[in-house]
């Protein structure tokens, strides 16, 4: 009997720490330095991530200045919010990235925006799994279209999330490996 509780402790504590570090991170668009504004390039943010199913894009900004429109690829070439797949207009919208292997595109709906360069494609990647590396390369990042005009700055990614999500998996497994020492004790 006591075999199997200890048996069903490890297996119990093993499921624990793997679910804890499945979740993604969460990116604000634009960070540290921007937001989903006029001023940031989104090419540059963009390329310097690698976004995995799982993550999310957290959109803060003025609302009422401006929204985002989740479009389709033509919508997004051609900059037309004429039927968005998805509108958001609060200030501080999160989107969930649950799927990999697709591209994503964002827009400003307000007229005259996305032209200006407030247009964001994210490239989904599927999550890391543990299986060996096939030695295939990285995939690149997709370029976007350079925007109409002032200067380009580059914006490194939001590492407030991601070291969250860090952090919460560091957590669950000392605290895996506690429970499980105790087990065995």
């Known amino acids: ?30 960070a540290p330095a921007g937001s989903w504004d006029l001023r940031t390039n989104y ?18 900004y003025t609302s009422g200045a401006h929204d985002v429109l989740e479009v389709s ?9 004429s039927s968005p797949l998805a509108t958001f207009q609060t200030g501080d919208d999160t989107v969930s990235l649950p799927a990999g292997g697709v591209t994503r595109y964002f ?7 996305c032209a200006a360069g ?15 590396n096939t030695g295939a390369p990285s995939p690149v990042p997709m370029a976007m279209a350079p925007r109409a005009a002032g200067p380009s700055v580059a914006m490194p990614p939001s590492t407030s999330g991601a070291s969250a999500a860090s952090v ?18």
């Not at 624990?16 to 668009?29: E, P």
């Not at 497994?173 to 429970?179: D, G, K």
């Open 73 to 81: 690829k033509a919508n997004y070439d051609s900059c037309s919010g």
């Open 168 to 185: 919460g998996s560091l957590a669950g497994l000392v605290l895996a490996a506690l429970v499980a020492g105790l087990a065995f004790y």
């Open 107 to 113: 827009i400003c709906g307000v007229p005259g925006h």
């Open 1 to 30: 009997m006591a075999g199997t509780c200890k048996a069903l402790l490890f297996v119990t504590v093993a499921v624990a720490a793997v679910l804890g570090t499945a979740h993604g991170a969460s990116y604000t668009v634009g």
């Open 43 to 60: 090419a540059n943010w963009a390329s310097s991530i690698n976004f995995r199913a799982g993550d999310q894009l957290v959109f803060k």
């Open 118 to 132: 407030m247009k964001l494609a994210v490239k989904v990647e599927a999550a890391a799994s543990t299986s060996p």
